[in-house]
């Protein structure tokens, strides 16, 4: 079988099971369909014969690839994670491969009116001739980061069926959560037990991404004073008018993910739910830098302090928790990762280009305990939504860097 189809194989079987995170759930990890995908990585891994295949306690398949060095060269982590995310229908997920990709637009089956091309995907416009696959129109494709466990599986296939390349301890790790930011539980580093890891998990080829966001999340709750709307006249305090009041508040025209891009941080409200009794309101602030995310913070603490004053009878929390933070801070002290990858890059006659990332990786929070883990492209666009899709060549291409870098991670210098 041709890597190609190897990868396209892989991508079409993973992508139909429903691996959905769900961040309300208390569980780890925070749905049992996560665990469908795992069995099945667990099966696939001991079958081409890795090695310590392992299914932890928290959801994470961890492998490793035995070495093949004489000398002691450098423990290399290799990462996807196997969730999809919470934004979008994820059940029934019916991929497609359009061939030989001619520049057009590209009609969804199961959704007419949608409609692929260059002008609403401009990457697109680059794959003629490409292998692409989407979904059929009603769900995600999963490619993001099915695609990464493709590449990572397909790569880990053809090492183990290739004593004679010669590279050093390979561990591999499958992890649920990472779209709802619990991807990297605190028993993971030291359980992969890498010197430094690579996540497939980036978007164009050449993108390196050895910067992301620092993520804080917060839940606002406003708790009113209920009775019946027939006699509430002086006596209601409605909660769901409150928390809209809150919302309205906020900078919409300026620090929102709709007009913000680059280097710009933002605060995005993303849930409100509840009762004139009591309403909860969901965000997520982003920036690159921890004054400007401490300052969002402030800001909304400001709104929700403003909103309570001129309604003393009800009650407002504002609640703010860290979530992951920039992995530049600590990739900026051991460069070896990133240029490994790049040189990775050049030996496969990719130009790589360093992108900081609107967003956050498992990399991110592997990073900041200590394990550095910049992130490499998987050829994945349109995430998140029912225009995903991904070029086969891209996932090629992701493949053979994979290869590259753990070959040349046993080259002095």
Request: aromatic share 4%.
């Amino acid at each position: 079988m041709t890597p190609n189809r190897e990868l396209e194989e892989r991508l079409l079987r993973y992508a139909a099971i429903d691996t959905q995170s769900d961040p309300d759930s208390g569980s780890s990890p925070s749905t049992e369909r996560q665990l469908d995908l795992q069995r099945l990585l667990v099966e696939e891994l001991q079958a081409i014969g890795a090695a310590d295949v392992t299914l932890t306690d928290y959801g994470t398949v961890l492998a490793t690839i035995p070495t093949t060095a004489d000398e002691d060269v450098p423990v290399i982590g290799l990462l996807a994670h196997v969730d999809t995310a919470p934004a979008f229908h994820a059940s029934d997920v019916k991929p497609v491969v359009h061939r030989n990709y001619d520049g057009g637009d590209i009609a969804y089956a199961d959704a007419p009116e949608l409609i692929l091309s260059p002008m609403v995907s401009p990457a697109l416009a680059d794959k003629i001739g490409h292998d692409i696959i989407t979904g059929s129109g009603t769900t995600l494709l999963g490619a993001d980061d099915k695609a990464g466990v493709a590449i990572i599986m397909t790569a880990a296939r053809h090492l183990l069926s290739s004593p004679d390349i010669v590279h050093g301890k390979i561990r591999l790790a499958f992890t649920p959560d990472e779209e709802i930011g619990r991807g990297v539980d605190p028993r993971l580093p030291a359980d992969l037990g890498a010197d430094f890891a690579y996540t497939f998990d980036g978007s164009s080829p050449g993108d390196i991404e050895a910067e992301s966001f620092s993520a804080d999340e917060a839940v606002v709750t406003v708790t009113g004073v209920s009775i019946h709307p027939g006699w509430a006249k002086g006596k209601l305090v409605n909660a769901l008018h409150l928390a809209t009041k809150i919302v309205q508040m906020l900078p919409h025209a300026t620090q929102t993910p709709e007009v913000t891009e680059g280097r710009e941080g933002f605060l995005h409200v993303h849930t409100l739910n509840g009762t004139a009794a009591q309403a909860e309101i969901k965000l997520i602030l982003r920036d690159f830098e921890l004054d400007g995310l401490a300052a969002q913070g402030d800001m909304l603490r400001r709104v929700c302090d403003a909103v309570a004053a001129t309604e003393p009878r009800a009650t407002i929390t504002c609640e703010i928790k860290a979530q992951y933070r920039n992995m530049r801070y600590w990739l900026e002290g051991n460069t070896q990762p990133v240029e490994l990858a790049e040189a990775a890059y050049r030996a496969c006659g990719i130009e790589p280009v360093r992108v900081p990332i609107r967003g956050g990786t498992d990399g991110s929070r592997l990073t900041e305990l200590g394990v550095p883990t910049p992130n490499l492209f998987t050829g994945m666009q349109s995430i998140h939504g029912p225009l995903e899709w991904v070029s086969v060549q891209d996932m090629a291409a992701a493949t053979r860097v994979c290869l590259k870098l753990v070959e040349l991670a046993t080259r002095p210098g």
